[in-house]
């Protein structure tokens, strides 16, 4: 009988142990969330002391180093998401993805930012408003290029499920020929090449842009002028 009652003593006391754990573990998280944000505020530890940014070759680091400084001792705490956001919004999407590195010392911590910005492949024209535009469609603005050094898309809107097939396939194609106009419409899409656009050419619409189309493409390799229309299996030479 004693050590049945022992027994059940010991089980009593393992769950009150455990009751006991569960309860610190709870107590002990709602104090760190409570006063771990204020500890690193006015920790010098935690203070940013040296900023480095890399990879700015479009966007000037007046725009990018007031925002890592406001940012202070946040940059510990917040996600790389919620700060690529938080910069991609003032560069107006300019910026494709972030690197943070972060080395502490007693004298604080010192930030490299590392960026990677878009890279330019065109302007397009949507109904007269001017944007930059990235090999997989992504728009952002143009204060940070000169336009002129550009092919310039027109077009009423932009799909970015087809774009990246456009590019791939007929402007990395004719990267050496001077592409310096696209047209797109939902019937065609019609390139201007060469110094005075002499050469036009009429490719199928934006969603049947493909490998094929871009083996037509190398029959332009020779022409200087004229009309090409390659929407059909054989090319047409209009004049």
Same mark, same amino acid.
């Given at each position: 009988?004693?050590?049945?009652?022992r027994?059940?003593g010991d089980k009593?006391?393992?769950?009150f142990?455990g009751?006991?754990?569960?309860?610190?573990?709870?107590?002990?998280?709602a104090?760190?969330g409570?006063?771990f944000p204020?500890?690193v505020d006015?920790?010098?530890?935690f203070?940013?002391?040296r900023?480095?940014?890399?990879?700015?070759?479009l966007i000037?680091?007046?725009?990018?180093?007031?925002i890592v400084?406001?940012l202070g001792n946040?940059?510990?705490?917040?996600?790389?998401?919620?700060?690529?956001?938080?910069l991609?919004r003032?560069?107006?999407?300019?910026?494709e993805?972030?690197?943070?590195e972060k080395?502490?010392?007693t004298n604080?911590?010192s930030l490299?930012?590392?960026?990677k @910005? $878009?890279?330019?492949?065109?302007v397009?024209?949507? #109904? /007269?408003?001017l944007? &930059?535009?990235?090999?997989?469609?992504e %728009?952002f603005?143009?204060?940070y290029?000169?336009v002129?050094?550009y092919?310039?898309?027109?077009?009423t809107h932009?799909n970015k499920?087809f774009?990246?097939?456009?590019?791939?396939?007929v402007?990395?194609e004719l990267d050496?020929?001077e592409?310096?106009e696209?047209?797109?419409?939902?019937?065609k899409?019609?390139l201007?090449m060469?110094?005075?656009?002499?050469?036009?050419?009429?490719?199928?619409?934006?969603e049947f842009i493909?490998?094929?189309v871009s @083996? $037509?493409l190398k029959i332009?390799?020779?022409?200087? #002028? /004229?009309?090409?229309? &390659?929407?059909?299996?054989k090319?047409? %030479?209009?004049?």
């Amino acid at each position: 009988m004693g050590d049945g009652k022992r027994g059940k003593g010991d089980k009593r006391l393992k769950k009150f142990v455990g009751y006991v754990a569960v309860i610190s573990w709870f107590v002990s998280m709602a104090f760190m969330g409570f006063y771990f944000p204020s500890f690193v505020d006015n920790s010098p530890i935690f203070k940013v002391s040296r900023v480095d940014i890399e990879g700015n070759n479009l966007i000037p680091e007046s725009e990018i180093r007031p925002i890592v400084e406001r940012l202070g001792n946040n940059w510990l705490l917040l996600s790389k998401e919620h700060i690529l956001n938080i910069l991609r919004r003032h560069t107006g999407n300019a910026i494709e993805d972030i690197l943070i590195e972060k080395s502490f010392s007693t004298n604080g911590v010192s930030l490299k930012v590392k960026l990677k @910005e $878009r890279k330019p492949v065109a302007v397009i024209s949507i #109904e /007269g408003h001017l944007s &930059l535009l990235d090999k997989n469609g992504e %728009l952002f603005p143009v204060k940070y290029v000169d336009v002129e050094s550009y092919p310039v898309i027109y077009t009423t809107h932009l799909n970015k499920q087809f774009f990246p097939n456009f590019y791939t396939y007929v402007m990395r194609e004719l990267d050496n020929l001077e592409l310096r106009e696209v047209y797109i419409s939902e019937d065609k899409v019609t390139l201007y090449m060469g110094k005075g656009n002499k050469l036009k050419v009429i490719l199928p619409p934006i969603e049947f842009i493909n490998s094929t189309v871009s @083996e $037509r493409l190398k029959i332009l390799y020779n022409l200087n #002028e /004229g009309i090409v229309d &390659l929407r059909y299996s054989k090319f047409i %030479l209009l004049n």
